[in-house]
């Protein structure tokens, strides 16, 4: 029975089978055949070779779905963290959003960022905790020589939900030292600024109002390191 496992192995393996195909063929360990078969002459056959480049397609496939498994179980444990949004929680991820990209100086109400979810956070935190009504919202996209403007305006007036009669003239960036890769940024930044039309309360008072709330923020953070 042995030798003919083994003459079945042997002219497998003389017409281009790996150890993994005869093994599965003839119930024969991997470690049998190599000892059958060292000495046999090897050419992979056509179905061996389309195997071996397929080998690194599927198993990145393999690690695609397990990453993307793994990031979706991750991400629904995180919403179960986060849970059902206070005012309170918008009131404090809009002063942390301002911290890291609003204007701090000359009493101006300014934020500037190319992240649309960024852009509408920081719009439903200016309507809903500043209470600053649409009409005193303006908007300038800063763009690069790539971007196509008209296209870019579109995008941020559905973003922030606001008229393109409330957009001002478009910044386009050419300096070229600034080496920003070809589509990366494919709208651009946009530029939100509050324009006060008359009212203070949304002028220098609203930038009071926030760098206020920062200090506020700054304190409570500074108690909890010295618990």
């Not at 008229?163 to 651009?188: E, N, W």
């Amino acid at each position: 029975m042995g030798s003919n496992l083994r003459d079945k192995a042997l002219k497998l393996r003389l017409q281009g089978w790996s150890y993994n195909i005869i093994s599965s063929r003839l119930r024969v360990s991997k470690g049998t055949l190599s000892g059958w078969l060292k000495r046999a002459p090897y050419k992979p056959n056509q179905t061996v070779l389309n195997r071996i480049k397929a080998g690194p397609r599927i198993s990145g496939e393999r690690r695609h779905g397990k990453k993307l498994a793994e990031t979706l179980e991750i991400h629904a444990k995180a919403q179960q963290d986060v849970g059902e949004l206070t005012s309170r929680d918008l009131m404090m991820v809009g002063i942390g959003l301002y911290i890291g990209e609003g204007t701090k100086q000359n009493e101006q109400t300014r934020f500037a960022n190319s992240d649309p979810q960024v852009v509408q956070i920081i719009m439903q935190w200016f309507r809903n905790v500043c209470q600053v009504p649409n009409e005193h919202f303006r908007v300038t996209v800063h763009a690069h020589p790539d971007t196509h403007l008209q296209k870019a305006i579109t995008f941020w007036s559905k973003i922030t939900q606001l008229p393109k009669s409330q957009f001002l003239a478009t910044q386009v960036d050419q300096r070229t030292s600034k080496r920003i890769k070809k589509g990366r940024l494919p709208y651009g930044t946009a530029h939100i600024a509050i324009n006060a039309s008359g009212k203070k309360e949304f002028g220098r008072v609203l930038h009071r109002k926030i760098t206020g709330w920062i200090e506020a923020l700054n304190q409570a953070v500074k108690k909890t390191m010295r618990v």
